[in-house]
Nanobody
Framework: QVQLVESGGGFVQAGGSLRLSCAAS????????MGWFRQAPGKEREFVAG????????YYSDSVKGRFTISRDNAKNTVYLQMNSLKPEDTAVYYC????????????????WGQGTQVTVSS
């Protein structure tokens, strides 16, 4: 089972940017799609972005499309989430996940979750 560790969260003003990283251990990283999810207080965890095993196709939820960019570097066993034009409603704990399948509707068959990293956007 792959181990996932997120980093890069923090506090930022609205309109600002953050870049999240998710480092994976294990040899299976490059074989699977990866996804980013988030969970705000009192809300269910929701899909944010996903990417195919080779990084060729990214997927985004409507709420972040055009503002967030997912990418991966299989040589470094790392997936990234570049977040621009941040809004207060983006405030949440962000989790990366290894999936079996991703589409614009979400990532499914989650095999591993990271521990999460807090992103707080002030107005």
């Amino acid at each position: 089972q792959v181990q996932l560790v997120e980093s890069g969260g923090g506090f930022v003003q609205a309109g600002g940017s953050l870049r999240l990283s998710c480092a994976a251990s294990g040899r299976t990283f490059s074989s699977y799609p990866m996804g980013w999810f988030r969970q705000a207080p009192g809300k269910e965890r929701e899909f944010v972005a996903g990417i195919t095993w080779n990084g060729g196709i990214p997927y985004y939820s409507d709420s972040v499309k055009g503002r967030f960019t997912i990418s991966r570097d299989n040589a470094k066993n790392t997936v990234y989430l570049q977040m621009n034009s941040l809004k207060p409603e983006d405030t949440a704990v962000y989790y990366c996940a290894q999936a079996n399948y991703c589409s614009n509707n979400g990532c499914y068959g989650i095999g591993s979750w990271g521990q999460g990293t807090q992103v707080t956007v002030s107005s």
